[in-house]
């Protein structure tokens, strides 16, 4: 079993950075792909990133190109989502998930485990 627990979330002006880390605990996480999703409200949950369990490979979601990288060091148990150039349109919940199958692919269903999500809001 993994738990998640992100963190680095709140309120930014356009334009301004971010970086999300999100902590998980088990003895296995270097075993998951990680990704991280985001989500606001009336909307279904979004793809933003993705990385193999070596973080080796990287899926992009379309929001993400060019602005946003992810990272992990699993050492520290950590994957991270820097973010750059921020838009209001980037503003939602940011969940980091682990990825059973280990690659950090798009689909959703992969995801076994979830973190409780940040709030990331960006001001005009």
């Known amino acids: 079993q993994v738990q998640l627990v992100e963190s680095g979330g709140g309120l930014v002006q356009a334009g301004g950075s971010l970086r999300l880390s999100c902590a998980a605990s088990g003895r296995t996480f270097s075993s998951y792909g990680m990704g991280w999703f985001r989500q606001v409200p009336g909307k279904e949950r979004e793809f933003v990133l993705g990385t193999a369990w070596n973080g080796r490979s990287t899926y992009y979601g379309e929001s993400a190109k060019g602005r946003f990288t992810i990272s992990r060091d699993n050492a520290k148990n950590t994957v991270y989502l820097q973010m750059n150039s921020l838009k209001p349109e980037d503003t939602g919940v940011y969940y980091c998930?682990?990825?059973?199958?280990?690659?950090?692919?798009?689909?959703?269903?992969?995801?076994?485990?979830w973190g409780q999500g940040t709030q990331v809001t960006v001001s005009s």
């Open positions: 998930a682990a990825d059973s199958q280990g690659s950090g692919h798009p689909r959703i269903g992969n995801y076994e485990y």
